[in-house]
């Protein structure tokens, strides 16, 4: 397992121009790019971090037996307000219900009665992972793959079935809110590897090889606080700036997700460059990440608990071809 | 935590016709009724049996590191042939793919490039968690709640989303194929509680309470030898008879599922009532059943192993007022 | 053919109580129920006023050859902002696309390649068609129905698809807002039986049986001055009025259909009775209701023209069971 | 308006090498090619033949008054059966029924109490139109435009919606079936122009420019006969060879229909070339073509009636960007 290394000194600057942000982005994706360290044919990334080994220590934070769900409700009063295109909230409907029974619609059945459901939804528009096929860069997504692998039937590389058999893992929580003595971090507030060190050093969390990491920005808070969805969805967010990605790569981190929209600060540290984390995490490191988790109820145990380590099961729908996937993610104390 | 206690010398006979079936199931579902035991509002039945004691123990399965799922994949060569009313296989389509890329319509996004997708589903039409709010008896589901809960908004009582933190524990498979000797069960064939004390004895596996029991007739394999799905999304099936139902209850069993689409023998042993478990263990002991979940590969994980229990965590999507959710159950050694 | 006749002089009055609601509503559903006119099997209401000969005087309209779609576009920009229960914008997504042709997924068909598609909506999503089996009263539905014909597997009796070979015959439209002087009308001001008589004889077209009247109220209009659809889909609205039901009845009308999502004035002008002449009109004269239909190209013509009759073919789409549909209905002069 | 022209001598011989097929194509789609011959941004091509004139002469056909929808019902046991990528039978649900009625869950609506539903369906899985974007011919659609019209999003040009005010014209049927003397065509046999202008001659029949061409081929009454689709969606099936084009050009057709899934005779009788008149006549022509209308009630109409010419109304679903429409449409007597 691997110790908690200090922050790179190096590439602190912020760009200021689109030249920049694209030198810097073009730099970090060639930096901390996996592609091929797994072999050729993997689709799983940095999930392999999770060896064997890491997932018995996981075993161990289940210490108290207490489980907190990190799922939003799927329903029609989710974050979906149009705001980013295709994307609405579920629509659930019934195949049988109550009603049908009362009107004798299943008096064939003998003495048992059922109801049954259905649910059409966009794979992204709530708690949800990104597959590693979700992104591309430069045409190009995780190991190398091209363009013609995701087509409308579907992707055939790095799709959310590839990964059927996790996300579960040790996870740690990063309360930044908490961490800066706030309510929640204000829609454009970033954060970055050095402070991802310091909130792990002050929870007192070690940071270990094969981690998932949730990081709560407490925007989710903010929305029930304010009780509207308002841009959620696709507008303004607090989330990791750029210089995060060396902490993730360091520390070898196996997965990350947070309480936003889009994980990253928005609009981007990185001018002219959209979701530059995206760009260098997932197709480049091949780090599966996590969006829309609700991060609340799990900050609020931990704390109470003074401890922000935990044993966690994430497992995506084996969707087929899928680039993406609603989760209801669990940790275990 | 409970020990294995021996079958019932009772209710050993199985009915002949209509009226004794009925006279039967009617009294193992009040004998076996579980109605207030955890309170008037529970809504979570047998999983209250998974304590922080039980889930603490079940940690201490994973003693190796190696995840098994029990997922089907969800696509649209799934299980559904029409045979169900109104269940049809997944359609999964794309908002954004490497075609649009190609064709420039991201280009106002800088150099990131994404790919979005949905599904639209039944929640039952593959591997599955059945709510308890899915069957009703006599007008009334889990806990005493009549029909006016369950309309075509969806169910307000013992929907999924109420065991939005489960379903997590001790897993146990119980290879009822591998302990007969053969390579899978034939439609029609039935397990009882007898059989299943002696195959978890065969295997060396002791039954706890809270345990969530994975019960394999092997259909799957039969449907991968056979090369088609056939009937196996409503039609005759291998599985556990009504006097299964004893083992369950008296095991305190916390869920249940199975390789098939409905769990129980098809056709039915009690002549004039379909799926009498679920009248017994799911409305009136308030027993969560899982179903088409694919028990191949734990199988023959648990072979090679020679061990027979695992954690276990499938987490049920917390789709609002619904009454099943698709699932991606792991098992972890 | 029937001559216009005069608006009644009885039920004048508008009821300031709910008591005096009830009284009047049951009144004209029963004085203006047409169970049974038509045959006790009947599931077409007064569409038969659109006799062979009725269609061949239709044909008549034809003059100019020139056709006007009242359709509004189906899309993710139309009305429903989530007002009304369930009723969503509609959900349109590829299959294949110009994309996949790009990318070579197609380059086993030679020199031949598609696109294809698939749309998912609410059936009243848009301009739309009420099927008779759309409204009960008291527990019926047209021609004296109960509820167990209406399950979730659909319509079993007065479902659309039954009148498949329809809505087609003479169209007339009533501007009401031109009559007026006004651009629309507001939210709440409401249309009787007197001022339809009086918009038709001002602009000088007679009304005949079998006629199928368009009620134009501008709202569609306001909204494109506005900007915004607002509450369109579920709020308050100008249009017809409780009295507006004799004129229809005794002007033996086909069908009916306005710029509203609803038809009727909202709040209705009787006090705890929601929607009146979907009660009278649909459930009891058994006369097929249309919404949001686009009539701002249509009056525009008309006045351009000086003539508010036409020939009007509107067929719903014939699906199985449902208790509305879409539509694109055609105006040709 | 034009006169029947007789059919050419020229290009009568059959391929029989994809090198030979190519050629032919090729010269056939050149030699056809309507591309500016509206304009440059035409977007309805062949339905501008329905001049007003067109239209007023096609009134004149509705002399009996009898209405005959084409429109098979829209349902679960449509003819789709998987053969096709990605299309399936319409999926209808309720949004609220008669069960929620019966339950108490509209107690607030006063007495109105009311239905409402949804479908989810691919626009071309029934009777439906083909847009113009349908098809693309060595990456150009319709008045030469390119792949980059039709993405995830839908086409931008020649969509479904650019034809919101057709299809509705004079309608004439060609029995080809009738004409041959047996009740059906079997898969694999083809029909020429010699045969569609004999046929056309021996029903009596003249055509005329701008005429919306229905060729029966009797495939339904096959299914019908049969008691299965089989292969009816995706398969072998009768219609229309190569050499038809020439017939539809000359005579300046609107529009094209049959009573299979791709209207031209499978295999097709160019080696190597599939779908060869969806390139002569939808990408190059700029027709519009109809598939799996439902003819066999108007032939016994027509047949019944010695008349083969009527109104025909099949106004297409205005959904914006879409590349097809379900349709119903209605021939008029």
């Given at each position: 397992m691997t110790e908690v290394r200090s922050s790179p000194a190096v590439g602190r600057v912020l760009p200021s121009t689109e030249e920049e942000s694209v030198a810097l982005v073009d730099d970090l994706c060639l930096r901390y790019r996996n592609w091929g360290?797994?072999?050729?044919?993997?689709?799983r990334g940095t999930l392999n971090f999770i060896t064997a080994e890491a997932l018995i220590y996981a075993a161990s934070?289940?210490?108290?037996?207490r489980v907190v769900s990190c799922g939003l409700p799927f329903?029609?009063?989710?974050?979906?307000?149009?705001?980013?295109?295709?994307r609405t909230n579920p629509v659930h409907w019934m195949l049988q219900d109550g009603g049908d029974i009362a009107l004798g619609?299943?008096?064939?059945l003998g003495v048992c009665r059922y109801t049954d459901d259905a649910v059409s939804m966009?794979?992204?528009?709530?708690t949800q992972w990104d597959a590693l096929a979700h992104i591309f860069y430069r045409g190009e997504?995780?190991?190398?793959?091209?363009?013609?692998?995701?087509?409308s039937t579907g992707?055939?590389?790095?799709?959310?079935?590839?990964?059927?058999?996790?996300?579960?893992g040790r996870g740690i929580l990063l309360d930044i809110p908490r961490y800066r003595g706030v309510e929640w971090l204000e829609a454009g507030q970033s954060i970055d590897d050095v402070e991802l060190a310091a909130c792990a050093t002050a929870q007192g969390v070690d940071v270990r090889s094969g981690d998932i990491v949730l990081i709560r920005t407490g925007q989710i808070a903010q929305v029930r606080a304010t009780g509207s969805w308002g841009e959620y969805d696709s507008g303004p967010a607090p989330g990791l700036g750029v210089h995060a990605a060396h902490w993730f790569v360091e520390n070898e981190i196996a997965a990350l997700a947070a309480d936003?929209?889009?994980?990253?600060?928005?609009?981007?540290?990185?001018?002219?460059?959209?979701?530059p984390l995206h760009l260098i995490?997932?197709?480049?490191?091949g780090m599966t990440i996590g969006e829309i988790f609700d991060l609340e109820a799990l900050a609020q145990t931990c704390a109470e608990l003074g401890r922000y380590d935990f044993f966690f099961s994430a497992p995506p729908l084996?969707?087929?071809?899928?680039?993406g996937s609603p989760v209801n993610p669990l940790a275990i104390f």
């Open positions: 360290r797994w072999g050729q044919d993997d689709q934070m289940i210490r108290i037996g329903n029609s009063d989710g974050p979906q307000s149009g705001g980013f295109g295709g619609a299943q008096d064939h966009p794979l992204q528009s709530g997504m995780y190991n190398g793959h091209g363009l013609e692998h995701v087509t992707a055939t590389l790095n799709s959310i079935d590839r990964i059927a058999d996790g996300v579960v936003t929209w889009g994980t990253e600060v928005l609009p981007n540290d990185t001018p002219g460059i959209f979701q995490l997932l197709v480049n490191a084996p969707i087929t071809g899928a680039v």
